[in-house]
């Protein structure tokens, strides 16, 4: 006779996404990715003139600089909770007039009611970090989203495995008496990039004089996070959105944003394929 041992299940609930980092991102990365999103997105943003979605919103990089520089409605789509706290503080924060065209969306784009919503939809940051089955359901969404005629901005990916670790050091960062900063490790993990992120705090000399005490370098705490990351092509990209009735768009872009405009439906009656793509002043049936 045997003894069976049944293995308990891990009942222990995993971190919400962002849970370490949202506390450390507008301190350390906020400042770069400002001037970032302005340059990337900036004049499209102003030509916008029914609606911006912002997929992936964060703490509100993009959906800031949308309602300022644009006076349509804005759509901030983060589902993370963590990331969500801050943009939604930062949002009720700004005049009454701008927050009355934010509206903030607590999931994802698959999930929230907004179909023919927008001239452009706003991918920063966050495609790197979907799989590619959950990038398929997003452009399906984003194909729902917007009007025919409408745009997408994507920020590429990494297009490739790292051959090698590679390591970027956020500038340390002062802020009253402590001071902050951290590094990102990311290394190739089979398919998928593996993206560690470590935090620090330490306390520094204050206006008494007085030195934090927590170790002989006066260290606060220590935090970390990973993330992964599926690589793509540019080529691969455009591939799958065209079979979503997107085409690549003739203005020009910065390389490190993929820019698509939606075709118009041959039938709009059956509000499906197949499409016709704008491309170079042209029509193809995608």
Not at 34 to 52: F, S
Not at 160 to 186: C, S, T
Not at 231 to 237: C, F, I, V, Y
Not at 244 to 261: E, I, K, M, W
Request: charged share 20%.
């Amino acid at each position: 006779m045997h003894s069976v041992f049944a293995e308990a299940p891990d009942t222990r609930a995993q971190p919400e996404p962002y849970a370490v980092s949202a506390e450390f991102y507008d301190i350390l990365q906020a400042h770069d990715d400002d001037r970032r999103v302005r340059r990337l997105y900036g004049a499209a943003v102003a030509q916008a003139r029914m609606g911006i979605v912002d997929v992936g919103a964060g703490t509100g990089r993009v959906t800031l600089m949308s309602l300022a520089r644009s006076k349509v409605g804005v759509h901030a789509v983060e589902p993370a909770r963590a990331m969500r706290a801050a943009l939604m503080t930062r949002l009720a924060a700004l005049p009454a007039p701008q927050r009355a065209r934010a509206s903030v969306h607590p999931s994802a784009l698959e999930e929230a009611v907004l179909r023919d919503a927008a001239d452009l939809v706003i991918c920063h940051n966050t495609v790197a970090c979907l799989t590619p089955d959950a990038r398929e359901t997003l452009w399906a969404s984003v194909a729902e989203v917007l009007v025919p005629g409408g745009r997408l901005l994507l920020q590429l990916p990494p297009d490739r495995l790292p051959a090698e670790e590679q390591r970027r050091v956020f500038p340390v960062q002062r802020m009253g008496r402590h001071e902050y900063g951290g590094h990102m490790v990311m290394s190739a993990a089979g398919p998928r990039i593996r993206t560690r992120v470590d935090y620090w705090v330490r306390g520094t000399h204050g206006l008494d004089g007085m030195r934090g005490t927590h170790g002989t370098n006066g260290l606060l705490g220590e935090h970390t996070e990973t993330f992964w990351m599926w690589p793509a092509t540019r080529s691969d990209l455009v591939a799958d959105l065209r079979r979503h009735g997107f085409a690549v768009s003739s203005a020009r872009n910065d390389p490190a944003v993929l820019a698509v405009t939606l075709g118009q439906r041959l039938d709009q009656g059956l509000g499906q394929g197949p499409w016709r793509c704008h491309t170079g002043g042209r029509h193809t049936v995608c």
